[in-house]
């Protein structure tokens, strides 16, 4: 991998380096920007806030109703346990294992989804330095093409006095 | 926030796992000498059988149903309070959220296990799971204890992902500060963990679902631990409030216990600069509306009952009025709501120390609820002559005394391993509130035209 990055200690330095490498050329899904806490009060904060985590944990909660359904008719009926004045198939009953299965539906297509999207766990090397967990966010871009280098390195450099590196 | 703050923050936080004094070591041996002392107990009990108990027709659950429903309620400390907190976006949450979801899951282990202990066989308890055996053999779907597996299954699964998802991030602040075989293990742990843009709001999206999802499971596995007792015609159990009331009794339990483990950390782990007395404050307002929720139950409960004037419900009734039970009735009643309400009610006296006084108070009331609910019913059923006594054994006394020390035990070993508040959430209560949008978005027009 091959990246070019530096680390700033404030946020309002990594929200001009983030303009400037915009107006550098890169487009924003290019630009790198981690840091140790979710910092939600600026503009370059904000991308990547839709998700459709939403729906796919409705879609989970709709496969674990389903499964549970399922579960309780199909094997009520193939083997029959007559208990008490109940039919065979006891739907009330039914209703609490079907709503458990619905939530923990919901609740593993939340987690696979965050992984997924999330990128976790990663393997392959990635675009990381340590100074961040010491309170720096990072801002970079990974496997730049040759020729944006330089103006890259020209928009890393606006936020002040940080070090611009590169692997 | 500064990097000197921050940098302070970080290390006063990750401080316990870096230095491990004799007394750390010293209270691992106490509390794990006492855990093996249960597990002994409890092989000595599988292999004599359970004559070795005081369980005896007609009273067929004591101790170990008291167990299971007083950890299940303790379980509704974490995940519950920490998922509503989480939802209103409550500030002061922040240093209290994951104290809280680790009681919920070491609770929940410890009174999953009561069940099995309880069991005659405890190896068979696979037993329960729906799978196609050869013996033809299929759970029940209409019996509760199906219910109990179901449910406490899909919350301890939901109550581990939501402790654990919250962890990666400090997982790598950990790996980034330790070296050797703690850095491989952290580093593991992080599941390479950057901190991007999109793995935060990812995250919080996560987190924000599982705190929404997990709510009803939580309201629901009390319920349904209500259930046991509930469906059974047996004397005040058959009650359409049970649910409420176990839920209410959680939540009370719960927060007690929250309590508790928060004044512990603070002291032991010099946490005070980030568990301040508001904190203790606010959940001790909240115990006070609970222990004032269960009394409106019980109060209810007993009203309707002695209304109804039902003579098999009325003879549980009055032995636990001014019978055999009356002592520990009574008891009950002073710990959860006498103590806690003249306590919290004065707000000179809701400081640290009263609130974990009136926390200590209700986690006995509690356990003696769930003891009064179990025994007085089933030593006292409809015809006087299938009435009995219950008498603990010393073989359920150790296993009972060993899961408190078990849940010490597992909560101290958590707190040296991972940061026992969360680092990264504590940071985000820390910016400053600057939200100014538009005059980046202006500034960012002004770049891109004219750069």
Redesign the interface.
């Known amino acids: 991998m091959k990246a070019v990055y530096a680390l700033y200690?404030e946020a309002r330095d990594v929200?001009?380096v983030?303009?400037?490498l915009?107006?550098?050329g890169l487009p924003e899904r290019e630009i790198?920007?981690?840091?140790?806490?979710?910092?939600?009060?600026?503009?370059?904060?904000?991308?990547?806030?839709a998700?459709w985590?939403?729906w796919i944990?409705a879609g989970g909660?709709l496969i674990g109703l389903l499964a549970a359904t399922w579960?309780?008719r199909m094997?009520?009926l193939a083997?029959p346990?007559p208990?008490g004045n109940?039919p065979l198939v006891?739907w009330w009953?039914?209703i609490?294992?079907m709503?458990?299965?619905t939530?923990?539906g919901?609740?593993?297509a939340?987690?696979v989804?965050?992984?997924i999207?999330?990128?976790?766990?990663?393997?392959a090397a990635?675009?990381?330095d340590?100074e961040?967990?010491?309170?720096?966010i990072l801002v970079g871009v990974e496997n730049p093409q040759d020729d944006l280098i330089a103006k890259i390195e020209q928009a890393l450099a606006l936020g002040g006095g940080a070090d611009i590196k590169r692997v | 926030m500064s990097q000197a703050s921050n940098r302070r923050l970080t290390e006063d936080l990750l401080r316990p796992m870096q230095q491990t004094s004799w007394r750390f070591w010293t209270l691992v041996l106490f509390l794990g000498t006492i855990v093996a002392a249960g597990l002994g107990t409890w092989f000595y009990q599988m292999y004599m059988g359970f004559g070795m108990t005081g369980i005896n027709n007609p009273v067929y659950w004591a101790f170990y149903i008291t167990n299971f429903v007083f950890w299940i309620g303790i379980s509704h400390a974490g995940t519950l309070i920490s998922a509503i907190l989480r939802l209103v976006n409550a500030g002061w949450r922040r240093p209290v959220t994951r104290c809280a979801e680790v009681i919920t899951v070491f609770a929940l282990m410890i009174g999953a296990m009561f069940p099995i202990i309880h069991l005659g066989r405890p190896w068979l308890f696979f037993w329960l799971i729906p799978y196609p055996s050869s013996r033809l053999i299929w759970p029940n779907f209409r019996s509760p204890l199906v219910w109990d597996f179901f449910a406490i299954t899909t919350y301890l699964t939901g109550s581990v992902l939501f402790l654990l998802l919250p962890m990666i991030p400090d997982f790598a602040l950990i790996r980034d500060r330790t070296t050797g075989w703690r850095h491989w293990v952290y580093g593991k742990l992080a599941l390479g963990w950057q901190g991007t843009t999109k793995q935060w709001h990812r995250l919080e999206s996560a987190m924000q679902i599982m705190a929404i999802a997990i709510l009803p499971v939580a309201v629901s596995v009390h319920t349904i631990v209500s259930f046991d007792f509930s469906m059974a015609p047996v004397p005040m159990w058959h009650s359409t409030m049970f649910g409420p009331y176990f839920v209410a009794g959680a939540i009370f339990s719960g927060i007690a216990g929250l309590i508790i483990a928060m004044a512990t950390l603070r002291k032991l782990l010099h946490l005070e600069d980030y568990l301040h007395p508001v904190h203790f404050h606010n959940l001790g307002k909240l115990l006070l509306m609970m222990s004032l929720l269960w009394g409106y139950f019980v109060f209810a409960e007993r009203l309707t009952v002695w209304y109804g004037n039902e003579p098999s419900e009325m003879e549980v009734f009055w032995v636990t009025q001014r019978g055999s039970f009356a002592p520990l009735y009574w008891t009950m009643v002073v710990c959860n709501f006498v103590i806690p309400f003249s306590i919290l009610s004065l707000k000179k006296l809701r400081t640290i120390t009263g609130c974990v006084v009136a926390s200590c108070g209700v986690l006995v009331g509690m356990w003696l609820e769930r003891f009064l609910i179990v025994v007085p019913s089933l030593s006292h059923k409809y015809l006087p002559y299938a009435w009995g006594h219950y008498r603990p054994r010393p073989v359920e006394i150790m296993i009972t005394i060993s899961t408190f020390a078990a849940m010490m035990l597992l909560y101290t070993l958590f707190a040296k391993l991972v940061p026992i508040i969360s680092v990264w959430e504590l940071k985000v209560g820390e910016h400053p509130f600057l939200l100014n949008v538009e005059e980046d978005r202006r500034e960012h027009e002004l770049w891109t035209t004219n750069p």
Do not use: C
């Not at chain 1, 790198?32 to 806030?49: Q, T």
């Not at chain 1, 999207?117 to 393997?123: D, F, L, M, W």
């Not at chain 1, 961040?132 to 720096?136: I, T, W």
């Open positions: 200690a929200q001009r983030f303009h400037g915009l107006a550098a790198v920007i981690i840091s140790s806490d979710p910092i939600e009060e600026y503009e370059f904060s904000h991308r990547d806030h998700t985590m939403y944990a909660g579960l309780t094997t009520e083997w346990l208990t109940m006891t009953p039914n609490i294992v709503f458990e299965m939530m923990l919901a609740i593993l939340t987690v989804t965050l992984l999207t999330a990128g976790i766990p990663r393997r990635a675009l990381y340590p961040v967990s010491d309170g720096k």
